[in-house]
């Protein structure tokens, strides 16, 4: 992977893992082909033609990608799965056996603690406010294996110290794994902070576009890679080739895109925090947000995520949401357009009513995922509708 070698985010984002095809009798393709073959032929038995051979286990789009998501990653490794429960599915496989104990943020997302509870029966799991390293000391256990952290978290917008908490974790012998589909590489590199995996899903910021499902793990030990890439061969849920090649897109204008995300996430910050009818605005980004600090310690922009709380009832949040109009009503995130959604009816509808509200969760506290409109359109919009 010489294009590792490159400084610049965007780019290793354009060039890591291309490979413009000049061989004799090749179309010279500038950009990674879409391989949709299944099987690669074989010039006798026992000789494969080229390290290809069947398409779950190794396809050249798939490779590029992993490539290309590594190099962004500081990583020596990247896996795709097919959707981002795909991949911790198959990282839970590899790293936790029955009667294992795990440490996760108490704000976590709600299909990992769906894994975790559900599909991983007899695994312990212990949440809690990662943002305060000292409730992680706590929590700690003779059998805890790993410490699972999302950073920020949603929809409160959490962030933990990531190296205090890998550092602490490593002391007493665990695993460190940080999702970071809410930064993505482009504002954070949780490898570099002592996380031993970082989990994507790539269905949101990386594919960017709100029309690919993706997941994938990114680490730099080989012996873990090793086992990650033979589950995802055994198992067999990769990422297809068209899918792919739509990540590899994505992957190349990230920054201009989280830029953009950023830019606009800050102004609709400030907006409703100066405004009447909204009790508190959670963004990282604004210099009174608790995590201002740590955010600007460990990563280098503070993403397009937001919540916010109106004043009111629930019934109030129902009728804001109804009257917006630029603001799309949807779950998921880190699209081009602008999503609002209401994570006590929708995304978190699913977490037990009393944990809810234990997190923070209200009536009227809303999750936004910041698009790539004009700033002032969205304003606009949300005045509009908050002072009508
Ligand atoms: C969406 C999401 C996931 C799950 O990914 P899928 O691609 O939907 O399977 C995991 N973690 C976070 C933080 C997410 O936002």
Do not use: C
Request: charge should be negative; proline fraction near 4%; hydrophobic fraction near 40%.
């Amino acid at each position: 992977m010489a294009e590792n070698k490159y400084k610049g985010f965007s780019t290793r984002a354009i060039h890591a893992g291309e490979q413009t095809d000049t061989r004799a009798g090749s179309t010279g393709d500038v950009v990674v082909p879409i391989h949709l073959s299944t099987t690669f032929i074989w010039d006798e038995p026992g000789r494969a033609h080229s390290e290809f051979e069947y398409i779950r286990s190794s396809n050249p789009t798939r490779n590029a990608y992993e490539q290309k998501l590594a190099a962004l990653e500081d990583a020596n490794y990247a896996v795709a799965f097919s959707s981002g429960l795909a991949a911790e599915n198959a990282l839970m496989q590899v790293l936790l056996r029955p009667g294992d104990h795990v440490v996760a943020f108490d704000d976590l997302y709600g299909g990992t603690r769906r894994l975790l509870e559900e599909v991983f029966q007899g695994i312990d799991v212990s949440y809690v406010d990662l943002s305060d390293s000292s409730e992680f000391d706590k929590a700690v256990k003779e059998n805890t294996k790993l410490l699972w952290i999302e950073s920020p978290t949603n929809p409160m917008i959490k962030v933990g110290d990531i190296a205090a908490l890998a550092r602490s974790a490593h002391e007493k012998g665990m695993l460190v794994v940080v999702d970071n589909t809410f930064l993505s590489p482009y504002f954070q590199r949780p490898l570099a902070l002592g996380a031993d995996v970082v989990v994507h899903s790539s269905t949101k910021y990386i594919g960017g576009h709100s029309d690919v499902l993706g997941g994938a793990l990114v680490t730099s030990d080989e012996v873990l890679h090793e086992k990650i890439r033979a589950i995802q061969n055994n198992a067999g849920a990769v990422l297809s080739p068209f899918d792919s090649y739509l990540n590899i897109r994505g992957l190349k204008t990230l920054a201009v895109r989280m830029e953009r995300h950023q830019q606009n996430a800050l102004r609709i910050a400030q907006f409703l925090a100066g405004h009447q009818k909204v009790a508190k605005v959670l963004y990282p980004g604004l210099p009174d947000n608790p995590y201002h600090e740590v955010v600007k310690r460990q990563a280098s922009g503070f993403g397009g995520m937001l919540s916010f709380e109106l004043h009111g009832t629930l019934e109030d949040a129902k009728s804001f949401i109804s009257r917006l109009r630029l603001f799309t009503l949807a779950e998921s995130l880190g699209g081009v357009e602008s999503l609002i959604e209401l994570p006590s009816l929708m995304t978190h509808v699913g977490v037990d009513p009393e944990v809810r509200r234990s997190i923070g969760i209200s009536d009227t506290l809303l999750r936004v995922s910041v698009g790539l409109e004009d700033a002032d359109d969205l304003i606009e919009d949300l005045k509009y509708t908050l002072d009508n």
